[in-house]
C-alpha cells in the first residue's frame, strides 16, 4: 500500500495530540476512520507506531523515527506546493518565529507590522519563549525561525551570527549613573570582580543569560552575591528600580527604563562581556519563500534599530544574511 499524505498528516496530528479522538477533533474526521487509518500504517510498516495507554498514545521508537521523517516529507511537500501556486512570486503561508523576551520587546511590533503591511499572505506567528526551547523548535519544525544567544549552535541548525550585546549591571536610580540620555559612554564603570560586592537579583540557573553570567564568573574567578533568582525581565526591572538589588541585563532589555530613570546602569569594565544573538532556522529543511521572507525582513529591521541606536549593540555583523 502506498503511503498517503493524508495518512502522514494523520499520524503527526495523532502524535502531537497524544490522542485519537483529539486528533480526529483538529482533522474534522471520524475517529474510526483515523483509528483504521493509523492501524492500517502500522501493518504496512509490519511494527507498533503508537503505544496505547488509558491517558492516550504515545509514540514508539519506530513511531518516533516515523514521525521525524513525515514532518520532513510534510514540510518539503507544503514548500513545493506553496513555489508552484506562487508563481506571481507572492509569499503564503505560515511563518512561525520564536524570539526571546528581551528581543521580542525589541523586535515584535516592527516586524508585525512590517509583515502585514507588505505580505498579507504571510500566516506570522510571534511565539515568544525561553531561548532554551527555541533551537528545539526549530528542529522539529514548530518553529521556522529564531533567535538565540550565545553558546555553540545546534550542528542542525543554520546559525548566523547578527550581533552582540553590551551586557549592563542594573540598580535603583542614582545608584550607577544618571539617566540614560547621554548613551552608554554616561554610565560608570564596574570591574567583573567588583560585581561580588552588589546583592543580584539574577534568572534561575536554566536560563541563557544566567549560564551566560556564570560562565564570565568562572572565568574571572569572582563569586557572586546572589540574593534572589527571577527569570522574567519586566520583574527584575522592577526589582531594580525598587532598590531590592541589583541585576545584570543587556542594554537592549533595560535602554526605555533606563532613559526614563526608573534604573541606573553601569558599563562591566572587562571587554568580551557581551552576549552573542544568533538569527537560526533549520538546515535540512527547506525555506518557503514566505520564511525567506521574514528572515531577510527581521535582518533589515535589525539593521534598521541599531543604526538608529535604538538597539545598542557591542558589534553588529553587517553581512550576517
Request: proline share 6%; charged share 15%.
Amino acid at each position: 500500500m502506498p503511503l498517503e499524505l493524508r495518512t502522514l498528516r494523520g499520524f503527526v496530528t495523532v502524535c502531537a495530540a497524544g490522542s485519537i479522538s483529539r486528533a480526529a477533533e483538529r482533522l474534522h474526521i471520524a475517529q474510526p476512520a483515523l483509528s483504521l487509518q493509523m492501524k492500517n500504517l502500522e501493518e504496512e510498516f509490519g511494527a507498533a507506531l503508537l503505544e496505547r495507554t488509558p491517558r492516550g498514545v504515545v509514540t514508539t521508537a519506530a513511531g518516533e523515527l516515523l514521525r521525524a521523517h513525515a514532518i520532513d516529507i510534510l514540510k518539503r511537500v507544503d514548500v513545493a506546493y506553496e513555489e508552484v501556486r506562487t508563481a506571481i512570486k507572492q509569499p503564503q503561508g505560515r511563518v512561525a518565529v520564536g524570539l526571546p523576551q528581551s528581543l521580542a520587546k525589541l523586535l515584535t511590533v516592527p516586524l508585525v507590522k512590517e509583515v502585514c503591511a507588505e505580505w498579507p499572505g504571510i500566516d506570522l506567528q510571534i511565539i515568544e519563549q525561553s531561548t532554551g526551547y527555541i533551537p528545539q523548535g526549530l528542529l522539529t519544525g514548530h518553529l521556522d525561525i529564531g533567535m538565540t544567544f550565545g553558546g555553540t549552535p545546534d550542528p542542525g541548525l543554520r546559525a548566523d551570527r547578527v550581533l552582540e550585546e553590551l551586557l549592563l549591571l542594573v540598580g535603583p536610580p542614582g545608584m550607577l549613573s544618571a539617566c540614560g540620555s547621554g548613551g552608554i559612554d554616561s554610565a560608570i564603570s564596574v570591574p567583573f570582580s567588583g560585581l561580588s560586592q552588589y546583592p543580584l537579583i539574577l534568572p534561575a540557573g536554566l536560563h541563557g543569560l544566567r549560564s551566560l553570567i556564570d560562565r564570565f564568573s568562572a572565568s574571572h574567578d569572582t563569586a557572586l552575591q546572589v540574593i534572589a533568582e527571577v527569570n522574567a525581565i519586566p520583574e527584575l526591572i522592577a526589582l531594580a528600580a525598587a532598590g531590592a538589588g541589583f541585576t545584570i541585563l543587556s542594554h537592549a532589555s533595560v535602554q526605555e527604563e533606563w532613559r526614563a530613570g526608573i534604573v541606573s546602569c553601569g558599563q562591566i569594565a572587562e571587554a568580551g562581556i557581551t552576549r552573542q544573538v544568533y538569527l537560526c532556522r533549520a538546515a535540512a529543511l527547506p525555506a518557503s519563500l514566505a520564511v525567506t521572507t521574514v528572515w531577510q525582513c527581521l535582518l533589515a529591521i535589525t539593521r534598521r534599530l541599531v543604526e538608529s541606536g535604538q538597539w545598542p549593540v557591542h558589534r553588529f555583523n553587517a553581512g550576517a544574511a
